[in-house]
């Protein structure tokens, strides 16, 4: 539950800037503060719950368990780029005009930010879907390790003993 709330109040956060750039003009200080807290919300989340990064993580202290792709300062670079390419994409809100002069300018500007958003977007699919691999061959692990046929410990178990087990893991299980 706790999830879900917190994952809508990043896309909230990041509604009220695009609201406020549409509605206070150029000006507006508060669409500046309200940019920045919804770009550090947003990489926070990033970082903390689709890569699943922590301490350990980035600097190489990661226990056995989790099996990550990448070397630590990998994913120390991914993160810094998460943020700063996020902090780049906020200019996109802003009207370009104040950022740069002439049409030709303002074209090769907005080309640049929306290549430099799918680099972003790409990074954070690829940091994405190997937590998620991570986190399936835990659950995994763990699954094995927890059923009768896999336990090393049950290598000395008659077929007797191994019915019992195997009937008491089953009606411990939920029903699905």
């Known amino acids: 539950r706790f999830r879900h709330m917190a994952i809508f109040g990043k ?3 990041s509604l009220v800037v695009v609201f406020l750039g549409a509605t206070q003009g150029s000006k507006s200080s508060a669409r500046i503060v309200v940019a920045a807290v919804a770009t550090i919300y947003s990489a926070t989340w990033d970082i ?3 890569f699943a990064l922590d301490w350990k993580t980035v600097t190489g202290q990661a226990d056995k368990n989790h ?11 991914a993160c810094m780029a998460d943020v700063v390419l996020r902090l780049v994409w906020v200019l996109s809100l802003f009207p370009i005009g104040i950022l740069v002069n002439g049409m ?11 290549a430099l958003e799918l680099l972003r977007r790409s990074m954070w699919f690829i ?3 190997e937590h998620e691999q991570d ?7 763990q699954r094995d390790e927890d059923s009768f046929l896999f336990s090393s410990e049950q290598e000395g178990m008659d077929e007797s003993k191994l019915r019992t087990r195997a009937l008491s ?4 299980r939920p029903v699905e």
């Open 104 to 114: 030709v300018n303002r074209l090769v500007f907005r080309a640049a930010i929306s």
């Open 48 to 50: 903390k719950m689709d």
């Open 11 to 13: 896309y909230c956060t």
């Open 67 to 77: 099996q990550r792709l990448f070397r630590p300062s990998t994913y120390l670079a």
């Open 127 to 129: 940091l994405r879907v």
């Open 135 to 141: 986190a399936l061959q835990l659950m995994k692990s």
């Open 169 to 172: 893991l089953r009606s411990a």
